[in-house]
């Protein structure tokens, strides 16, 4: 069998809403997000059977690993941040888990939710582009279910930064007091590095020097997952460009659609993702214009 495009590691999650639950976690964003920029997509994750996710993500090759539970995640939303509660997680997932027919997979994502995909796992992709999520290794749940996050002087992985050429995370993940210092530290260690900051763009680290990614206006309806959606992306144009600047914004447009919407409603085709790209930077051109 032949191996994936676009290959991404985690848990599936259930996430609470208003109407019941739908989709969620960095592996459902991701792999949807790849999938529809036209990348033959794969995702590793582990369910119980309640969960069904061939129904969910049409045209993924999904190998789900039995458990006894599905993860199950809520997001409440507040006027400042938001709070987040796992209710139920689903088993671990290790590196002898990983189906041989995925060790060639041209771009492996590890995007776990709560911590469980183990290092070991990134040493079975030497040939592949390995990005990493690390949220999910920077929570802590507390007994009665609420995420903590830890400071990331505590996390300190053996093998994940060693083994990978890509790290995304969003200013939700890091304290202020210590993000300076933790860009800085991985900066060091990984070739590119993104750090999300919502409605305030990104920041690119690449070829050694940071920059400025613009955030593309958007009618935010639902921001869930669009930080799984920058990463996979910007991943999947820069493995056909190799162009770090390019691809983030690119990612930058694909983010700014899949607010739009609840959910994974939103995730955009490439079509989209060009069109809106083209737009903002046609709408920019006219601004440096009309400021001469």
Known sequence: MEAPDFLVIGHLAKDKAAEGWRLGGSAAYASLTASKLGLRTAVLTSAASDLDPSLLLPGIDIRLLPSSETTVFENVYGPEQRVQYVWARARIIAASDVPQEFLGARVVLLGPLVGEVE??????????????????????????????????????????????????????????????????????????????????????????????????????????????????????????????????????????????????????????????????????????????
Request: charged share 25%.
């Open 119 to 292: 290092e070991e796992v990134a040493r079975c992709f030497p040939r592949s582009l390995l990005a990493i999520i690390p949220q999910g290794w920077l929570r802590n749940i507390r007994s009665d279910g609420r995420v903590e996050q830890i400071s990331p002087r505590r996390w300190q992985p053996r093998l994940l930064l060693k083994h990978s050429r890509a790290l995304f995370v969003s200013d939700e993940d890091l304290p202020p007091t210590e993000a300076e210092e933790t860009l800085a530290r991985w900066a060091a260690q990984v070739p590119l590095l993104a750090f999300t900051r919502g409605a305030r763009g990104a920041r690119l680290w690449s070829e050694g020097r940071w920059r400025e990614v613009p955030a593309i206006p958007a009618e935010e309806l639902d921001p869930t997952g669009a930080g799984d959606i920058f990463a996979a992306a910007f991943l999947s144009r820069y493995v056909e460009t190799d162009d770090a600047w390019q691809a983030a914004l690119f990612a930058s447009a694909a983010a700014s659609l899949s607010v739009e919407a609840p959910s994974t409603a939103a995730i955009p085709s490439r079509q989209q993702v060009e069109e809106r790209l083209r737009a903002y930077e046609a709408s920019a051109t006219q601004g440096e214009r009309g400021a001469q």
